[in-house]
């Protein structure tokens, strides 16, 4: 007479474990680096707040958010069971996550803006910037990172794995 074999297939246990947490980590991560837009900085080992705007002509409006276009270009570029890249197509991503300096052309178009800007609020910076003799003028970026290595991500990842082992080895 044959006896069923009640040990359990842990290979495909580990196989789906691993399909899941990829799934998890990818949706975590998302979310984690748009905390970063809402909490007005960036958490590695600890939080790192951002720095303020210069000048600041929109008060009361969080810093790299008007339209959430760059939070909400977030998204994983690839997975795999070793590794999940996370990042965003945005053309100033890149400046904002780790500061540098860059150049812009003034044009026609950008001194009517000025023109335009200095009539509604009545700042003498966009009178300044419409008449200035300059053909480009140089803005130096400070680094807001919203997205990178994160040791508080990490842990949390760590934190789910143990639960979710925990879990699925209890139902046996």
Same mark, same amino acid.
């Given at each position: 007479?044959?006896?069923?074999?009640?040990?359990? $297939?842990?290979?495909? !246990?580990?196989? %789906? =474990?691993?399909?899941?947490? &990829?799934?998890?980590?990818?949706?975590? /991560? &998302?979310?984690?680096?748009?905390? @970063?837009? =809402?909490?007005? /900085? +960036?958490? $590695?080992?600890?939080?790192?707040?951002?720095?303020?705007?210069?000048?600041? &002509? $929109?008060? /009361?409006?969080?810093?790299?958010?008007?339209? @959430?276009?760059?939070?909400? @270009?977030?998204?994983? +570029? @690839?997975?795999?069971?070793?590794?999940?890249? +996370?990042?965003?197509?945005?053309?100033?991503?890149?400046?904002?996550?780790? *500061?540098?300096?860059?150049?812009?052309? =003034?044009?026609? %178009?950008?001194?009517?803006?000025?023109?335009? !800007?200095?009539?509604?609020?009545?700042?003498?910076?966009?009178? *300044? =910037?419409?008449?200035?003799?300059?053909?480009?003028?140089?803005?130096?970026?400070?680094?807001?990172?919203?997205? *990178?290595?994160?040791? &508080? +991500?990490?842990?949390?990842?760590?934190?789910?794995?143990?639960?979710?082992?925990? %879990?699925?080895?209890?139902?046996?």
């Amino acid at each position: 007479m044959a006896r069923t074999n009640d040990i359990p $297939d842990f290979g495909a !246990m580990v196989d %789906k =474990l691993k399909k899941d947490a &990829v799934r998890y980590a990818s949706r975590a /991560g &998302v979310n984690f680096f748009q905390d @970063s837009f =809402l909490d007005q /900085g +960036f958490t $590695d080992a600890v939080y790192e707040a951002w720095v303020e705007r210069k000048g600041d &002509v $929109d008060p /009361g409006r969080k810093i790299l958010i008007k339209s @959430s276009v760059l939070m909400n @270009s977030i998204e994983v +570029f @690839s997975s795999s069971m070793e590794r999940i890249e +996370f990042g965003s197509r945005e053309a100033h991503a890149e400046i904002h996550n780790n *500061g540098g300096t860059i150049s812009i052309p =003034l044009t026609a %178009k950008s001194r009517k803006y000025f023109w335009f !800007m200095y009539r509604a609020t009545g700042k003498e910076m966009w009178k *300044g =910037l419409a008449l200035t003799k300059k053909q480009k003028i140089t803005v130096n970026m400070p680094k807001r990172q919203f997205i *990178g290595h994160s040791e &508080v +991500f990490m842990e949390q990842l760590n934190d789910w794995l143990v639960r979710e082992l925990d %879990k699925r080895f209890k139902t046996l």
